[in-house]
């Protein structure tokens, strides 16, 4: 090992230990756990910062916290599934005994014997850890992708297919046409007023009928054609360009939140 | 030795301009002033620098986010919102709502979304439960019931103490399904949630008298950004059950929602800047809440330094693209 990496770790577990002392002197009074409650907070601020570490370059921290991040993240959701799908789920419909043994409230509407159904199909999908047996697996797995595919086909039909088509025909004059001198006369310049209302309907056809165009490939973009087809490449870049810049914000907002907890909750500067 | 010369005079001149704006600002405006400078300081070096075709690290670019990010948190700068017109629909309907209807306010998000989609849920839990509407909360994450109960101990209950646990509101916490959930209680509450958090069973909770289904909901609010989220709650309940829903998601997946405003959503609040507008809202319209929390109009000063930071780094990147492409053609 080299000695900078000695120094490091030395340094880096010294100001662990004191972070540790000085945040559980501070919870002393406040919580009855203040040892365990210093620490959380001391190693959830270690655990940021090894993470934020990686922007300068890979390191043994970084590798640490990842780790075990994807390590705790199965463990949580493996008992989570095992709570909150079999127990409270699946457990009072099968068995009153279980029911009790796991301290689930009964259900209503008292057991229901359909409900082997999927606890065989859950089986079946574990046999895929068997290589002699494993292609039974794929029937529960048929099942349900079948299923996903049917329940979701009719409400992504009329969701994001009928009615995403409907709001698409907007009246282009925009609401409440009286002609050409009252419109003029009673101009509005307000969101919602009539002149942004006609102009955001434009766009909306415009964008939808050129957007179309960028993507027929049947027949050669030039000309008029063409000239559709870059408009409808230009409102697809606004589009990503939109996408994008709410991302940043979204990103900008996690950094806020892990800052927010480094000088609020471990450091106390706000 | 000039250079050292020319260093030191840049120094002492600098030194004698920080104790001179130290002099003039008052004492809580300097964090701010000095933060601003660093950061627009930094800018310039780095754009004179990348005028004679320096390279920057990406470190450095980093560096100045956190600054950008941090600084505005040390020493608060704040901002005021006008609520667009697609926040304020969810304003508007939560207002216009007679007292006593009931609210459904789903909390779909675990930790990472939470610095973004929290600040919105407690705005609007705190909206509807100022204006006297019956608020039941419930999670399809499972990493959300922890978060709502965090938000209803630490934030909104303490807040209104004299709302109830089943008259006022209910918590009935999360169940594990996705869609599958919503696709049960679009047609029967009890089916899927047979009691609340604290194992009261449905029927005897006073909220649920008349409510048997999300079809008896006057208003929805799904708070997430992921799968099962505000989409699932559109297409498996707004628009088959013909119940109004709104949207509080995380900025990524907001531009996916507006195809379903306004027709299949009331509003959209995007991000930390819709939590913000809200806020502001809320704020205008009820002053006695004039000194409750708000996280979403505070994170609107880092967010604006760091864009600004961000706009101007794309500009600096440019120009070094230009540049060398022209230097490149020249040869």
Redesign the interface.
């Known amino acids: 090992m080299r000695k900078v990496t000695i120094i490091v770790m030395a340094a880096v577990i010294v100001l662990f230990l004191a972070s540790w002392i000085l945040k559980a002197g501070a919870f002393q009074g406040e919580h009855d756990h203040y040892i365990i409650r210093g620490f959380l907070v001391t190693f959830a601020a270690f655990l940021t910062l090894a993470v934020m570490s990686f922007l300068y370059q890979d390191n043994p921290y970084y590798k640490f916290a990842e780790h075990l991040f994807v390590g705790v993240s199965a463990a949580f959701w493996m008992c989570m599934g095992f709570w909150t799908t079999i127990v409270q789920n699946l457990v009072p419909r099968l068995s009153t005994s279980l029911a009790d043994f796991f301290e689930v409230p009964q259900r209503a509407e008292g057991l229901n014997f359909f409900f082997y159904t999927p606890v065989i199909l859950g089986i079946l999908l574990l046999l895929r850890l068997s290589r002699k047996i494993g292609w039974i697996s794929r029937w529960p797995l048929a099942f349900i992708v079948g299923t996903t595919a049917g329940l979701n086909f009719i409400r992504y039909l009329r969701s994001d297919f009928i009615k995403q088509i409907s709001s698409t025909f907007v009246p282009l004059l925009g609401r409440d046409w009286e002609g050409i001198g009252a419109f003029f006369s009673n101009l509005d310049l307000s969101a919602t007023g009539q002149l942004v209302m006609m102009v955001s309907n434009w766009v909306i056809f415009l964008g939808v009928f050129c957007g179309l165009i960028y993507f027929y490939f049947s027949r050669e973009h030039k000309g008029v054609f063409g000239a559709g087809s870059r408009v409808g490449i230009w409102i697809l870049m606004i589009t990503f360009g939109a996408s994008f810049g709410y991302t940043v914000m979204g990103r900008i907002s996690l950094l806020v939140g892990r800052i927010t907890f480094l000088f609020r909750d471990w450091l106390e500067l706000i | 030795m000039g250079k050292v010369n020319l260093t030191l005079l840049l120094a002492a001149v600098a030194i004698v301009i920080i104790i001179a704006i130290a002099l003039i600002f008052p004492l809580e405006r300097l964090g701010q002033l000095y933060s601003l400078l660093l950061i627009f300081g930094g800018l310039v070096a780095l754009l004179l620098r990348s005028i004679f075709a320096k390279e920057v690290d990406r470190?450095i670019i980093?560096l100045f986010?956190?600054v950008a990010?941090?600084a505005p948190?040390?020493f608060p700068i704040t901002f005021s919102e006008k609520p667009?017109?697609v926040v304020k629909a969810v304003f508007d309907r939560v207002e216009s709502l007679p007292p006593g209807s009931t609210v459904l306010l789903s909390f779909d998000f675990d930790p990472?979304m939470?610095?973004?989609v929290q600040p919105m849920a407690n705005a609007i839990s705190r909206h509807c439960l100022k204006k006297g509407h019956k608020v039941i909360f419930m999670s399809l994450w499972?990493t959300g019931q922890a978060l709502l109960t965090q938000s209803l101990t630490n934030t909104i209950l303490p807040e209104f103490p004299e709302k109830q646990d089943g008259i006022d509101y209910v918590n009935i916490g999360?169940?594990?399904?996705n869609?599958?959930v919503l696709?049960v209680i679009v047609s029967n509450f009890?089916?899927m949630f047979?009691?609340d958090v604290n194992?009261v069973?449905l029927g005897e909770i006073e909220i649920f008298d008349d409510i048997r289904s999300c079809r008896d909901l006057d208003f929805i609010v799904s708070f997430g950004g992921g799968l099962p989220g505000s989409k699932e709650w559109?297409?498996?309940v707004g628009?088959?059950g013909g119940v109004d829903v709104a949207a509080g998601v995380?900025?990524?997946v907001?531009?996916q929602l507006y195809?379903?405003y306004p027709?299949?959503l009331v509003g959209i609040l995007?991000?930390?800047?819709g939590a913000a507008e809200y806020e502001f809202s809320l704020k205008e319209t009820y002053p006695d809440l004039k000194d409750m929390d708000t996280p979403g109009l505070k994170?609107m000063g880092?967010?604006t330094l760091?864009?600004i930071v961000?706009i101007s780094f794309i500009v600096i990147g440019n120009i070094i693209y230009f540049r060398g492409r022209r230097k490149e053609k020249g040869q």
């Open positions: 470190r980093f986010i956190f990010v941090a948190l040390l667009t017109a990472a939470a610095p973004e499972a999360y169940k594990a399904g869609e599958g696709n009890e089916k047979p009691t194992s069973p559109v297409l498996f628009d088959p995380a900025a990524v907001a531009p195809p379903y027709a299949q995007g991000g930390v800047k994170m880092p967010q760091a864009h961000i």
